[in-house]
């Protein structure tokens, strides 16, 4: 049973316009939000996070969007960029520690962005 | 955030042999986790390294298996023991330093299993 899920597999957008990665949990524990960004022959890298008493963060052109209710975020990238072509991947955990605190992971939207 | 290395980078390994990964932080780290990552899937969390002590695993991976050590607040080994072709992943070490901070990963370790 998913816990996270991210049900595009792949997103292509032209450069310079909106990408939206969207990630849906079922878990109502969740209260810590996370992305990462993969290129290929490397590991994870955080790019934004968000915790449940927000409902929208901001780092220059990623905001990620939380929407508690439909149990749903979102990351925006804007404008896209070809060095933006990657995989991205949705984490969600409970803040607190335990073994709730555990990072779980969706299987991830790749990303490509067009010149 | 701390500079994770791991190594091997990759390695292809006969069945029924077992690897020993390496993960070193350069700086001192409250948590270590290890994760695996099969083709086409999520990260799936492995265990968790502790300091001194037993790791704890997650369901479906047991310590004959995966034995994990740490000896250190900057150090973790996982062995993958008796492997076999199911075995071939990326296996990543990843550190946090508190439960309400991001995890980083290391650049993973591509194993193939012939």
């Known amino acids: 049973d998913q816990q996270v899920k991210q049900n595009s597999p792949s997103l292509s957008v032209q450069e310079g316009r909106i990408s939206i990665l969207n990630c849906d949990y079922t878990?109502?524990?969740?209260?810590?939000f996370l992305w990462y960004k993969k290129y290929p022959a490397e590991g994870p890298t955080f790019l934004i996070s968000?915790?449940?008493?927000?409902d929208k963060n901001e780092d220059g052109r990623f905001t990620v969007f939380l929407n508690k209710s439909a149990k749903h975020l979102s990351l925006h990238i804007v404008p896209s960029q070809p060095g933006d072509s990657a995989v991205y991947f949705c984490a969600a955990s409970v803040l607190g520690g335990g073994s709730q605190g555990n990072l779980i992971f969706g299987k991830g939207t790749k990303l490509s962005v067009k010149p | 955030s701390a500079v994770i290395s791991q190594k091997p980078s990759r390695d292809i390994c006969q069945r029924g042999t077992s690897l020993t990964i390496q993960c070193q932080v350069d700086?001192?780290?409250?948590?270590m986790f290890w994760y695996r990552q099969q083709p086409g899937q999520s990260l799936t969390l492995i265990a968790t390294?502790?300091?001194?002590?037993?790791?704890?695993?997650e369901s479906g991976f047991v310590i004959d298996k995966f034995p994990i050590s740490r000896p250190n607040l900057t150090f973790s080994t996982l062995t993958v023991s008796n492997m076999s072709p199911e075995d071939s992943s990326i296996y990543l070490c990843?550190?946090?330093?508190?439960?309400?901070?991001?995890?980083?990963f290391g650049d993973g370790t591509r194993l193939s299993i012939l």
């Open positions: 390294a502790n300091q001194g002590s037993e790791a704890t695993y």
């Open positions: 968000i915790s449940s008493i927000k």
């Open positions: 700086s001192q780290v409250t948590m």
């Open positions: 990843s550190v946090r330093d508190n439960w309400n901070q991001p995890q980083h």
């Open positions: 878990n109502s524990m969740f209260d810590y």
